[in-house]
């Protein structure tokens, strides 16, 4: 079956990431989920934004995590990667999902990042259940503990576990978290482990992250991945629609 494509930080290789620009690009692009990263702030607010120090995509030093709401709505993310997105600024949960709300067959992978209360994260999944969008989100994370917390609080969203790396305890995670989704590291398909086959054998699904080029979308295909998430959507929907 083909892959559903999964765009990385919205189309990031064409906007600036984890910007409502790269979400609607990867939606006209016709990506079948965008995938962002959520941190809370110092306030107890969702933001989306991948790194943890400020400096690569926004001017700073420190943390994302130590700033309040005021000092993230501060921050300029869309002229490190070109001036023609200057002014850009940090979006919520909200904006995006106002774009999910604009693309009916657009999809939300949501990365739960960093640390988070029970109380914050609990009013974030619930903006999604009052958005009437649930049914268009899972709830990825490294983290075993976010991913457990997502499950107590909001029970109706599937969730996913990442890893970077593969060992049975892996799968055990997968299982106690109650994910649907195991998230491999793309490299782990070249390690002769059979990831995709073992996640499969325990009736999960499989996202492999994040293969830019032909060969590593090809190697996701052979391997039998569920879906691919990749920063270049547009260029592996042209790539599919070819083999
Ligand atoms: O969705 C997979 C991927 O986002 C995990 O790594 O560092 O890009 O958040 P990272
Ligand atoms: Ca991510």
Do not use: K
Not at 14 to 30: D, F, I, K, Q
Not at 68 to 81: K, M, N, P
Not at 173 to 190: F, V
């Amino acid at each position: 079956m083909t892959p559903l494509v999964v765009a990385h930080r919205g189309n990031s290789s064409v906007a600036p990431e984890n910007t409502v620009a790269a979400l609607v690009s990867a939606a006209r692009a016709g990506a079948h989920l965008v995938e962002i990263d959520l941190q809370m702030t110092v306030d107890g607010v969702g933001v989306v934004f991948h790194d943890h120090p400020l400096g690569r995509t926004a001017a700073g030093s420190g943390l994302l995590r130590d700033l309040d709401l005021d000092g993230v709505a501060r921050l300029e993310v869309g002229s490190w990667f070109d001036p023609v997105h200057s002014g850009t600024r940090v979006p919520l949960l909200a904006d995006v999902l106002g774009v999910l709300a604009r693309y009916d067959d657009l999809g939300l992978l949501l990365e739960v990042s960093g640390p988070w209360t029970a109380h914050a994260l609990g009013h974030e999944l619930a903006s999604i259940a009052d958005a009437g969008l649930a049914g268009r989100v899972i709830v990825q994370s490294f983290s075993a503990e976010s991913l457990s917390l997502a499950r107590d609080l909001a029970p109706e969203l599937p969730r996913g576990y990442l890893t970077a790396t593969w060992s049975d305890d892996v799968l055990e995670t997968c299982t106690d978290t109650g994910s649907r989704w195991c998230n491999p590291r793309a490299d782990l398909l070249e390690g002769g482990f059979g990831v995709v086959d073992a996640i499969h054998d325990l009736g999960l699904r499989t996202m492999v992250w994040t293969p830019n080029e032909p060969d590593g979308w090809a190697a996701a295909l052979e391997a039998g991945a569920d879906a691919i998430i990749t920063d270049r959507p547009d260029r592996l929907l042209g790539w599919l629609a070819g083999t």
